[in-house]
């Protein structure tokens, strides 16, 4: 697999502190499946964590505490390595933490038609933002809109296209409220991803205000 969008460093370290919503840790694990480099840099930020931790004391810290933290660091790539090597993916359409969740193929969930090429399923895990899965058919353009909150989006098949870039199978846009965009689907097939948010979208055109009773994001 060839990804070529990541996660922030704050999604990833809010990952490893175990803070995000359900709906938005999920899209990081299934990330995660694929991707070596944010498993890499999870195992980093888990690094970071713990060595400060180790580090706590009531005596005053030395000048040369955070350079001894960063040079105990340089021992965890070897590691996170070895783990990727033991982890590495299998070959069917679903990452692992969505298949065990779902215990069923894409093709096969009760896909609900929302308007305009668009279709989706909730995943339901209530408290705060939203997880749905979302299924667009080829050359659909998603009405544009910003995010109160932010929103973890993580590419299952297809691809599309927005103001940022091309967004593949296994790659993921990690958007927060000062993004703008309108994503339009490569055509070709259908564009399924996986999107987490922690507050309601905001659509911006006429459009938009037209389908968010439907999406209810
Ligand atoms: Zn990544």
């Given at each position: 697999?060839?990804?070529?969008?990541?996660?922030?460093?704050?999604?990833?370290m809010a990952y490893a502190a175990g803070t995000l919503p359900q709906g938005m840790a999920l899209v990081?694990?299934?990330?995660?499946?694929?991707c070596p480099e944010c498993r890499h840099r999870v195992k980093q930020a888990e690094a970071v964590g713990g060595a400060l931790l180790d580090n706590i004391s009531p005596v005053a810290v030395s000048d040369s505490a955070l350079d001894d933290i960063?040079?105990?660091?340089?021992?965890?790539?070897?590691?996170?390595?070895?783990?990727?090597?033991?982890?590495?993916?299998n070959q069917t359409e679903l990452p692992d933490p969505?298949?065990?969740?779902?215990n069923k193929s894409?093709?096969?969930?009760?896909?609900?038609w929302i308007g305009y090429g668009m279709y989706q399923v909730d995943l339901n895990f209530g408290g705060k933002g939203a997880a749905r899965l979302f299924k667009l058919a080829p050359?659909?353009?998603?009405p544009h809109h910003t995010h109160t909150g932010n929103e973890l989006t993580l590419i299952?098949?297809?691809?599309?296209?927005?103001?940022?870039?091309?967004?593949?199978?296994?790659?993921?846009?990690?958007?927060?409220?000062?993004?703008?965009h309108q994503p339009i689907v490569d055509t070709g097939e259908d564009c399924i991803c996986l999107i987490a948010t922690d507050a309601p979208l905001k659509f911006t055109g006429?459009?938009?205000?037209?389908?968010?009773?439907?999406?209810?994001?």
């Open positions: 697999m060839n990804i070529s969008h990541h996660f922030d460093d704050a999604t990833l990081v694990a299934c990330h995660l499946h694929w960063l040079a105990s660091l340089d021992e965890v790539p070897a590691a996170a390595q070895k783990q990727v090597k033991t982890s590495e993916p969505l298949s065990t969740y779902l894409l093709d096969d969930l009760p896909w609900k050359g659909v353009s998603v299952l098949r297809g691809s599309y296209s927005d103001e940022i870039g091309r967004f593949r199978r296994g790659d993921v846009a990690d958007l927060d409220s000062d993004v703008l006429i459009m938009g205000r037209l389908i968010q009773p439907f999406i209810g994001l």
